[in-house]
């Protein structure tokens, strides 16, 4: 029987839950010191002195640097971190602060309270400069800039090609909005950690990474040393989110003072240092028009698409705005799309990647835009998203404002048909409408995201134009002469089940058990080369890698295990944990046999090499993939307080192949969880002075549990042609498709008082004053 498609419980747990992982700061080698940051107290200044003395003079305390006191040990300095080239960010402030919490000097202590209280020893002097904390400040005409160079605070941008403006024009009907994507924290429950330990052998580095080997090829040419003397070990990691892939100080100073100091060195964020420095996500906004006809079609969009990147750009950061304006039509056929985008710096925490990175932003646009023609043409929702549908004949379909968008295969109508039918969608909305009447009762809401995404970043040439070395994946399959096996992969979890996935995947391949089967990854010594966990591509790339070496080895070993019983190979077929005779029961040998020859040269046949049942395989891809699915919501209302309840939640996914539906069912519980908090609580906020207001978690509302609906959930399967599993993804689904599907729900509650639209997240207090102000808008 296939373990593909089953709900095999995830071998990672049991350590996990009785305590026994292994994370970063667990990890205490003898000698251990801390590393710990001065940070700015000011969003944008020009620092004018700073006095380590004091500092450096406790008990304790190993060195106090600014960064013209570092070097890399030939005076002349340090390079900065690899970036947007003639925009990087330095390792520590350079001269300029432009950001709030920007490490302005760094130090290392016997333990991380002396470090703690030696930061505060430190005296750094500023001279205030007028700083911008949001995208329309930071457009301002007399804006503040900061980067005199460029002479703007647009760092980037792509204007549409074609304005569209005929195609509005020509429309039966047209409408415009404008929609804010709020700024969110990544949250994960382990901040970031790293432990480097330079030694006469080389450097090791334990870290919360998600890339390994891409943050050995980076350390390794910041730090000019070669890469065979860098061993980087990402162990258990508590999330990530995507957070964990962009370089931040701590990765390049904790090696490069171990290194000084002849010392491990380690470094741990506080809650309260992740909250407000840890890269954070989304902070879009879009100026939308769209032009459509009297029966619903959508005839033209026009989305211009400004991203606030921060203090410094980021290239994942960069790059988001890119992804949102390639997903600008979502999963709809309209005739004219124009999207464009502007990157603008502000003094404000860089942004980066976050779960759905870019896809989220315009899922939220082009749902919203749905129910606006919607409420425009009085249809209902669900009829204007099917007129508007690419059709399940249509595929591969190519979106004609991208060039790069290649929908692979989906059948969107049939998702949201599942959802209907699972929503009862008919009688919901006679019980909305009784509650209407009632006012003893809450209001009810109808929300619905029929949704596309593009997953599965591996197509050549995607991710080297974010610094990586390829964009393949890498798998190696080895057998051991027990018959057991063990699989490495390039992809690094940070909770996803790699170990459980992958281990599913061999044991089809191979017909070796299960429970036979060890998965090792996030180690850039036992795994020579590979890419790393975002963008939904572990399953499809790496799992693809894992399948193509086991069909490699499954063919040396028919080899070896015909010469035992002295068949053909043609004539062998997995059966009973080995190979058997098709046809003839008694003609058997085991993997253990077979295994066990294949390391003895005298019980091989002739040509093949001992130790062969070994492969490793770089996994490419022609395409990227497009899970797509129908969510629904439905909430209550308090009249009295304006308070939101997730009263029902649906999720239809199309994933294509499902390798675990446990293991998918979590991927998507906890996506849906971060979008229903983006709806509804979440968003880091700053003052105007560019001072954040949001730096813990007492002021940062993410959601518990009980804020959280029980989920109920369908599936749609089109598999994909562009790899062997024909699986698509879906690590980001539930965070892209969940934030319309919610604030659609919402507004659909309030439309009989003539909201038409609320930003997130939408609070108690953001709908009581809609509710109580007709005609209210935001």
Not at 421 to 431: A, G, I, R, V
Not at 455 to 466: D, I, K, N, V, Y
């Amino acid at each position: 029987m296939s373990l593909v498609g089953a709900a095999v419980l995830r071998k990672e747990d049991p350590n996990l839950l009785v305590g026994r992982g292994t994370f970063t700061d667990d990890l205490h080698p003898a000698g251990t010191a801390f590393m710990a940051f001065v940070r700015s107290p000011e969003a944008h200044a020009r620092i004018t002195g700073i006095d380590t003395s004091a500092a450096a003079d406790m008990p304790g305390v190993h060195g106090v640097w600014s960064l013209a006191e570092l070097s890399l040990g030939e005076g002349e300095g340090i390079p900065p971190l690899p970036g947007v080239p003639g925009l990087e960010r330095p390792a520590l402030a350079d001269g300029v602060v432009r950001f709030a919490g920007e490490p302005v000097a760094v130090l290392v202590a016997d333990d991380r309270y002396l470090a703690a209280d030696a930061v505060e020893a430190v005296d750094v002097d500023y001279e205030p400069l007028p700083a911008v904390a949001s995208i329309p400040a930071a457009l301002a005409e007399d804006a503040p800039l900061l980067y005199e160079p460029v002479g703007s605070n647009v760092v980037f941008g792509i204007p549409w090609e074609d304005d569209a403006e005929a195609e509005l024009a020509a429309a039966q009907n047209r409408t415009s909005i404008r929609l804010v994507n709020q700024r969110c924290a990544p949250v994960p429950l382990e901040p970031m950690v790293i432990l480097a330990d330079a030694s006469a052998e080389g450097l090791t580095v334990h870290v919360t990474f998600q890339a390994p080997h891409h943050l050995r090829t980076k350390l390794a040419g910041w730090l000019g040393e070669k890469e065979h003397r860098i061993r980087v070990i990402a162990p258990d990691v508590g999330g990530g989110f995507g957070s964990k892939i962009n370089f931040t100080p701590e990765l390049f100073l904790a090696p490069l003072l171990s290194r000084q100091l002849g010392r491990p060195v380690k470094h741990c964020q506080t809650r309260s240092e992740a909250m407000q420095l840890m890269y954070h996500g989304r902070d879009q906004i879009h100026d939308v028009e769209v032009g459509f006809d009297d029966d619903g079609r959508v005839r033209a969009l026009r989305n211009m698409i400004s991203q606030n990147v921060g203090g410094y750009p980021d290239p994942n950061g960069m790059g988001m705005a890119v992804l949102t304006t390639w997903m600008s039509a979502g999963c709809y056929k309209i005739d004219k799309v124009a999207a464009g985008f502007q990157n603008v710096v502000t003094n404000t925490t860089p942004i980066a990647a976050y779960r759905g990175a870019g896809r989220p932003e315009a899922t939220y646009m082009i749902e919203r835009v749905m129910d606006l023609v919607a409420d425009e043409t009085g249809l209902d929702p669900a009829d204007v998203r099917r007129r508007n549908f690419i059709g399940p004949d249509e595929f591969p379909f190519s979106q004609p404002h991208a060039e790069a968008v290649h929908y692979d295969t989906g059948n969107y109508e049939a998702a949201l048909d599942k959802l209907l039918e699972m929503l009862d969608y008919d009688t919901l909305k006679q019980e909305q409408a009784a509650r209407r009447d009632d006012p003893d009762r809450p209001l009810m809401g109808i929300g619905m995201s029929t949704w596309v995404e593009i997953a599965s970043f591996g197509p050549r040439g995607s991710l080297e134009g974010f610094g990586h070395l390829g964009s393949w994946e890498s798998a190696k399959v080895r057998l051991q002469p027990d018959g057991s096996v063990v699989v490495n992969v390039g992809s690094a979890p940070h909770g996803q089940g790699h170990e459980t996935a992958f281990a599913m995947i061999a044991a089809d391949e191979l017909g070796v058990d299960y429970d036979n089967i060890i998965v090792r990854a996030g180690d850039t010594e036992t795994m020579p080369q590979g890419i790393g966990t975002m963008g939904s591509r572990s399953v499809p790339i790496a799992g693809s890698a894992v399948k193509a070496a086991s069909e490699k080895i499954l063919v040396k070993a028919k080899e070896i295990a015909a010469h035992l019983i002295e068949a053909n190979p043609d004539d062998l077929e997995l059966r009973d944990g080995g190979f058997g005779v098709i046809g003839s029961p008694e003609d058997h040998v085991n993997w253990q046999a077979v295994a066990h020859a294949s390391f003895q040269p005298g019980q091989l046949p002739e040509g093949v090499a001992a130790g062969g049942l070994d492969e490793q395989v770089f996994q490419e891809v022609p395409n990227f993939t497009y899970p797509s699915g129908a969510y629904g919501c439905v909430v209550g209302i308090d009249r009295d307080t304006g308070e939101v309840r997730v009263e029902r939640y649906v999720l239809v996914d199309d994933c294509g192949t499902v390798i675990n539906p446990l293991l998918a069912k979590g991927q998507v519980h906890g996506g849906a969880a971060q979008g229903i908090a983006q709806a509804l609580y979440e968003a880091v906020v700053y003052d105007d002075a560019g001072q954040p207001q949001t730096s813990s978690l007492l002021d940062y509302l993410a959601p518990a549990a009980t804020e959280l609906p029980a989920f109920e959930e369908g599936r749609v399967s089109t598999p994909t042609p562009v790899n062997p599993l024909g699986a698509k993804g879906i690590g980001e689904s539930g965070a892209i498709g969940s934030p319309p599907a919610v604030v659609n729900a919402v507004v659909d509650a309030l439309s009989h008082l003539g909201v038409r639209h609320l930003d997130m997240p939408l609070s108690p207090e953001k709908v009581w004053n809609a509710m109580n102000d007709n005609g209210a808008t935001s």
